[in-house]
């Protein structure tokens, strides 16, 4: 048998995940695109310093709302309500959400997409006063909520005297019984600023000032209007954090590399590069140590975990940090003082987002140990020796965070049937959601398709991991219509359940849809992806450095023709983003396996989009030869072999990708006189804002794909 015909089932359903339709028996009503993107979108879970509360922002159909949850006397059960009521699908994003230390009040920032977060506010919905970002508060008491000032990343010190925010070069402060009364104050601080951080007393408020080339960790302190950089150099510092007793701060520092960015995003693989080292410094004089540095080779390129924290300093005096030294995001911790590293989560998984506990006294996090597919939660103490599993099951389970109890876990969680959802972690590991109610009565939960996972040979042989939908009732050897579907990135993972991204589990319901309707789909996993191990992840030339990953695409698609229950001619490709790029590029270099394609904010001449990524120091052999590379490896670069049908979906105030790729495109195959179809939604992001442009562009998906690849309709190069 090839390769690419070759499949390992995986699961206790083994030869089922082969050929067999699911066991689930038939809906007897089918759904709508409607009902399966009605469910709440649940993020951005907290919880307050005081009273054992949580609160969260839910996203019903483009309505973004806080909700709480209170607990009961003695905390066995909570309640849970709303305390915002933003009524209008307007584009607007709720974000930084950040309570009191008396757990009454919660302040978070309104408007400003995260795609511009340094922008003008975007305004998809053209409201016509215009949208901006601004601070807000609101009481749990239910009164209306308040303007802070114009700005983000609000923080309030533990002590309730001092609330901070930023806006446009500046740090804006005042005491927090003046909000509303007295004017505030501001000092202005040059670049961008974020990563703000409280000292446990409350006399100073550390941050990283990030000036594009290199970053500074700063300290204010607003009693003496005072401003000061702790151990500054010519590299990047960022993720600050205090000592339990306020004397010092804790930060990373990553060197300097090429014309990498601050954040490590370039666009090919390095899988080592200079070190990356843990810092302390003090926080009065400024004078700082190297505490740490990682080794060369392996996770000598520093890996954030998916949190807002990166370095956590504990009661204990030691410090915990993600490191991927042994080919894997692991968790880590040293004596604060110095000393060796050692591992506290050993084995082929990664550690994906943790948190501390407000005592600091244990750290939980999420990661797809022992199921590397899912999430679940586990904890570790600087002193573990191994760590200690709090979730199991066949949901996902992600994003926790500790309540003031420092006992109570709470953490967002799916499953194959209803999106991610806020719940608590009971004493005996049972998890009950915060808001049931919330889920729509006619969301159709009991008629999801379970995705089976399978692996399957890429062309060069590297096993990929995917995701199966079957359609219900379907068995042996009946044919179907078939759609892969890629995700962006490129470093993501999908999941057996509803993704704890938006974008993603948009994407899920509009599976779960398409195979409601008689498509057999498969979700891809495809090199350069996270979930599986840094050299996966880094893999060798992709991207614009040879787009090694198409491999796995490809055989994605021949993986499907192999099938007995898969109309070979009626295969289809859709994605966005990155997976806009990889579907693109299966349509320009292979027609004849991909019959249609829905291309979603994709890339289309990486040299477009990249032309930061040489050095100073190139000679124009080096740089012609990069930039001849990239062109190879887009897909305008193939024009001239594509032939199927592709529908061309993007916002034109698309920041992550800009608009004249798809432009460009377009142009390019109209002059080839490929059936090329566009929809653009004018002042829409990378990720669109607006529910109702979501509903448009899956809309438009479903009926593209209905028409070019239901049997005797399908478009034949």
Not at 210 to 236: C, E, K, M, Q, Y
Not at 269 to 297: Q, Y
Not at 442 to 471: E, R
Not at 481 to 493: E, K, L, N, T, Y
Request: charged share 20%; proline share 7%.
């Amino acid at each position: 048998m090839s390769p690419v015909g070759r499949v390992i089932c995986v699961g206790m359903l083994a030869s089922a995940l082969c050929l067999a339709a699911s066991a689930q028996p038939p809906a007897s009503q089918p759904f709508t695109l409607d009902q399966v993107m009605s469910a709440p979108f649940n993020s951005d879970l907290t919880a307050a310093p005081a009273k054992g509360e949580f609160a969260w922002v839910s996203n019903v159909q483009g309505k973004r709302n806080i909700w709480v949850a209170l607990p009961s006397a003695g905390g066995a059960s909570y309640t849970s309500h709303q305390v915002t009521a933003y009524a209008q699908d307007d584009g607007q994003e709720i974000s930084d959400l950040t309570w009191t230390p008396d757990g009454q009040s919660i302040l978070y920032v309104r408007g400003g997409g995260s795609d511009n977060p340094e922008n003008a506010a975007p305004n998809p919905a053209h409201l016509p006063g215009g949208a901006e970002q601004d601070v807000w508060i609101v009481s749990l008491s239910g009164a209306e909520p308040r303007e802070v000032g114009q700005g983000s990343a609000p923080t309030v010190s533990p002590s309730g005297a001092w609330i901070t925010w930023f806006s446009e070069g500046q740090i804006w402060y005042e005491h927090w019984a003046d909000i509303g009364v007295k004017l505030p104050q501001s000092i202005s601080v040059f670049g961008d600023c974020n990563s703000f951080t409280w000292s446990p007393d409350s006399s100073k408020l550390a941050f990283v000032s990030d000036r594009d080339s290199h970053s500074f960790i700063g300290v204010f302190s607003p009693a003496a209007n005072t401003l000061a950089f702790i151990d500054p150099g010519a590299d990047h510092d960022r993720s600050p954090v205090w000592s339990p007793d306020s004397r010092e701060i804790g930060f990373i520092r990553i060197p300097y590399f090429k014309g990498e960015d601050k954040n490590g995003d370039f666009e090919g693989p390095r899988r080592e590069g200079r070190p990356w080292s843990i810092r302390v410094a003090d926080s009065t004089t400024g004078e700082g140590h190297e505490l740490w540095k990682a080794a060369t080779g392996r996770g000598s390129v520093f890996r954030a975990l998916d949190a807002n924290q990166q370095l956590f300093w504990t009661a204990d005096d030691h410090l915990i940090f993600p490191w991927e030294g042994d080919g894997w995001l692991h968790l880590y911790a040293m004596p604060a003082q110095g000393g060796q590293a050692r591992l506290l989560t050993p084995g082929d998984f990664e550690a994906e987002n943790a948190s501390v506990s407000p005592d600091r006294k244990r750290v939980v996090f999420s990661s797809n140990q022992e199921d590397s597919e899912r999430r679940h939660l586990w904890e570790v103490t600087a002193a573990s020796r191994i760590p200690t599993q709090l979730t199991h099951g066949d949901g996902v389970e992600t994003q926790p965070v500790v309540g003031s109890d420092n006992q109570t876990v709470a953490l967002l969680r799916s499953d194959a049937s209803i999106p991610i959802r806020p719940a608590v972690l009971g004493e005996s590991g049972q998890i009950r959601d915060f808001a049931p109610q919330t889920v729509p009565a006619d969301f159709p939960a009991a008629q999801m398709i379970v995705p089976q996972p399978v692996i399957y040979s890429s062309t060069d042989g590297l096993k990929i991991h995917a995701d199966l939908l079957l359609p219900r009732g379907s068995g042996g050897c009946v044919r179907h219509p078939a759609v892969i579907f890629v995700h962006g990135g490129s470093q993501r993972q999908m999941l057996l359940g509803w993704h704890s991204m938006r974008y993603y589990s948009n994407a899920y319901a509009l599976n779960q849809y398409l195979a409601s309707r008689g498509f057999v789909v498969l979700v891809v996993n495809y090199r350069s992806g996270i979930g599986y191990g840094l050299n996966f992840r880094e893999a060798l030339q992709y991207g614009p450095t040879g787009a090694s990953e198409f491999r796995d695409i490809e055989s994605a698609g021949l993986y499907l023709r192999s099938r007995c229950d898969v109309q070979p001619e009626h295969i289809g490709i859709w994605g966005g983003s990155w997976g806009g790029f990889l579907t693109a590029l299966a349509l320009a270099r292979d027609s004849s396996l991909f019959a249609a394609g829905v291309d979603m904010s994709g890339v289309h001449d990486w040299n477009i989009d990249h032309p930061e990524n040489f050095n100073i120091s190139d000679t124009a052999a080096d740089v012609n030869a990069r930039w001849r590379l990239a062109w190879k490896s887009s897909p305008l670069a193939s024009i001239s072999s594509w032939r199927s049908p592709v529908l061309l979906i993007q916002g034109d105030n698309d920041d992550e990708v800009p608009f004249l790729q798809t432009v460009q495109l377009a142009a390019a195959l109209r002059e080839k006189r490929v059936d090329v179809q566009t929809l653009v939604f004018p002042d829409e992001t990378h990720a669109f804002l607006l529910n109702r442009d979501w509903m448009a562009a899956y809309t438009a998906t479903v009926e593209f794909f209905n028409q070019h690849l239901r049997p005797g309709q399908a478009s034949h190069p």
